[in-house]
């Protein structure tokens, strides 16, 4: 009796590391659902405002009590409504990280080629007079 109540016990504590590493997985994941609401434009997980942070302690405590994703979701939309939500089809897409210092970088490349051909298409200086002045007729007054 004895050897199968240490082999049940072994069980369980071998079995808790996967429950409890599913509760952090699943916070982190509604954190990222969430828009803050000060200003919708960053999910609570990186944002720092005090409403946010106040957010994932929120989440964090109705997770720990066993409320359903779709439950805390829904908590968030009736107090500020569906833009609180994260819209998949609105998170910018990879290319849009890179594409504008593309573009900084051709418009500089640009700029440079042309300061270089105007530099060279500049008429030459007149040159220097290099004889003597001529004489000047004296002022008639």
Same mark, same amino acid.
């Given at each position: 009796?004895? /050897?199968?109540?240490?082999?049940? #016990? =072994?069980?369980? @504590?071998? =079995?808790?590391?996967?429950?409890?590493? $599913?509760? &952090?997985?699943? +916070?982190? !994941?509604?954190?990222? /659902?969430?828009?803050?609401? =000060? =200003?919708?434009?960053?999910?609570?997980?990186? !944002?720092?405002?005090?409403? $946010?942070?106040?957010?994932?302690?929120?989440? $964090?405590?109705?997770?720990?009590?066993?409320?359903?994703?779709?439950?805390?979701?829904?908590?968030?939309?009736?107090?500020?409504?569906?833009?609180?939500?994260?819209? &998949?089809?609105?998170?910018?897409?990879? #290319? /849009?990280? #890179?594409?504008? #210092?593309?573009? +900084?970088?051709? $418009?500089?490349?640009?700029?440079?080629?042309?300061?270089?051909?105007?530099?060279?298409?500049?008429?030459?200086? @007149?040159?220097?007079?290099?004889?003597?002045?001529?004489?000047? &007729?004296?002022?008639?007054?």
């Amino acid at each position: 009796m004895r /050897s199968r109540l240490r082999v049940l #016990w =072994c069980v369980i @504590a071998a =079995c808790l590391p996967a429950f409890a590493g $599913a509760q &952090p997985d699943r +916070v982190a !994941h509604l954190e990222n /659902s969430v828009l803050a609401p =000060c =200003c919708y434009t960053e999910p609570v997980s990186r !944002h720092q405002s005090e409403i $946010a942070m106040k957010m994932r302690l929120e989440i $964090a405590k109705w997770v720990e009590q066993g409320r359903s994703d779709e439950d805390i979701l829904a908590e968030y939309v009736a107090r500020y409504g569906a833009k609180v939500l994260v819209d &998949p089809s609105t998170l910018p897409r990879p #290319w /849009s990280y #890179w594409v504008p #210092w593309v573009l +900084v970088a051709l $418009a500089s490349v640009g700029t440079g080629a042309l300061v270089l051909r105007l530099r060279r298409a500049a008429p030459a200086p @007149a040159p220097a007079f290099a004889g003597p002045l001529p004489d000047l &007729p004296p002022d008639e007054e």
